[in-house]
């Protein structure tokens, strides 16, 4: 028996002030992943596409990672952008800047202190609250689209798996259940202004991202593929790289997981 509550698309619907992001809205209650959805040779590409699912059976996480969500509890969803000459040169500033906006909307709508960890995950007292994944698609030397895929845990109050970050949700820092339909109506509007934004000023959005950041100056561990290289994280630079500070000089980093270490 069902004893979920399920997503309120009026309640969604009409909290949402976009042009483009989310008019067209599939939902599943269960689904392999919504970003494969997306990813897929059927997918009809319309531009701004949000795919949401109830409960994914292959949630896919950075690092072929899988990502673990309880049916009817959180917020799982996928974005599809076509990509036109202002965003191909642009994908950092897609990537670290929808982790800016998604922190950003949750401290105004709950007042919590949210940061985020390079490149693109939340934490809400240095535990995890949501994840990131883009994935592109490419023809020959031309990235065709983006499904930028969000995972954020809101409802949710038990979790099973031990990461670098522990888990946490919405209801766990709040002690009180949460209303998904305004999150996502919240974070879509923002994340529309962020498409703006990449166009029109990109220099903010880098700016926006070190002000939410809390590791910058301090001793950090990044893991590449299971190499670590310790350092201090110095800064990023105007593409959204980690520049990590070593004995004798400064490495640009372009991708790996970061932990701090004390
Ligand atoms: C990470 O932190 O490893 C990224 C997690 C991304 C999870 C989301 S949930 C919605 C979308 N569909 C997927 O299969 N993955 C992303």
Redesign the pocket.
Same mark, same amino acid.
């Given at each position: 028996m069902e004893t979920q509550p399920n997503f309120n698309f009026n309640q969604f619907d009409i909290k949402l002030e976009t042009e483009t992001i989310g008019r067209n809205f599939l939902y599943f209650n269960e689904i392999d $992943? /919504? %970003? $494969?959805v997306l990813m897929s040779k059927t997918s009809k590409d319309v531009n701004g596409t949000v795919v949401f699912a109830e409960k994914?059976l *292959? =949630? *896919? =996480?950075?690092?072929s %990672?899988s990502?673990e $969500?309880e049916k009817g509890q959180n917020l /799982?969803? $996928?974005i599809l952008l076509n990509i036109d000459k202002h965003l191909k040169d642009k994908l950092n500033y897609l990537n670290l800047g929808t982790a800016q906006v998604l922190a950003s909307t949750i401290e105004s709508l709950f007042h919590l202190q949210v940061e985020v960890k390079w490149p693109n995950?939340i934490l809400i007292k240095r535990k *995890?609250a949501a !994840? @990131?994944?883009v994935e592109t698609l490419s023809l020959g030397a031309d990235i065709k689209k983006a499904v930028i !895929? @969000? !995972?954020l845990n809101v409802n949710q109050t038990k979790f099973i798996e031990e990461y670098n970050y522990p888990p946490t949700s919405l209801k766990l820092e709040l002690n009180q259940q949460v209303e998904r339909e305004k999150i996502l109506a919240e974070f879509l509007n923002n994340f529309e202004e962020l498409l703006w934004k990449i166009r029109n000023k990109p220099n903010t959005i880098m700016q926006s991202w070190r002000e939410k950041c809390d590791m910058i100056g301090e001793k950090i561990c990044l893991n590449q593929n299971g190499k670590l290289i310790y350092g201090v994280f110095d800064d990023i630079d105007e593409n959204g790289q980690l520049l990590l500070r070593t004995e004798d000089r400064i490495e640009v980093m372009n991708f790996g997981d970061v932990r701090m270490v004390n």
């Open positions: $992943s /919504t %970003n $494969s994914q *292959k =949630g *896919k =996480g950075r690092f %990672n990502w $969500s /799982t969803f $996928s995950d *995890k !994840g @990131i994944l !895929g @969000i !995972g």
